[in-house]
């Protein structure tokens, strides 16, 4: 053995090592570690998420009756804006206005005229 590994035994012969805590919280009362006070249980999620659910369809959805069928208002509101969305490209390119990214300005479009309308008509 060396002289420096055996200074290191002679001075640390008659020492106890002490194990580190191995957190804050384990020094804190059982109740306040379980930390299962600030979540709520999984039952009350549960029957919050459910009757958001129920309460959803309290309402009737509007629908549409065309030739003897009925269709829902959004399908409608989707079918106009597309429409809106091609007049605004024709208008677009007739204008001659250069888009950066066309594959996304179009469906945007389409989709805030879908909103607008149904926001317009059955809000």
């Given at each position: 053995m060396t002289r420096s590994k055996q200074r290191k035994q002679s001075r640390f012969k008659g020492r106890r090592r002490v194990a580190p805590s191995r957190t804050v919280l384990s020094e804190l009362p059982r109740f306040i570690n379980s930390s299962s006070w600030l979540q709520p249980n999984f039952s009350v999620l549960s029957v919050i998420s459910c009757s958001t659910g129920l309460l959803a369809g309290c309402s009737r959805a509007p629908s549409f009756d065309i030739v003897g069928s009925f269709f829902p208002a959004w399908l409608i509101c989707l079918i106009l804006g597309?429409?809106?969305?091609?007049?605004a490209h024709w208008l677009?390119?007739?204008?001659?206005?250069a888009l950066v990214l066309p594959i996304l300005v179009y469906p945007s479009l389409a989709a805030l005229f879908t909103f607008l309308l149904w926001l317009t008509f059955f809000s």
């Open positions: 597309i429409l809106l969305a091609s007049i677009l390119s007739r204008l001659k206005v």
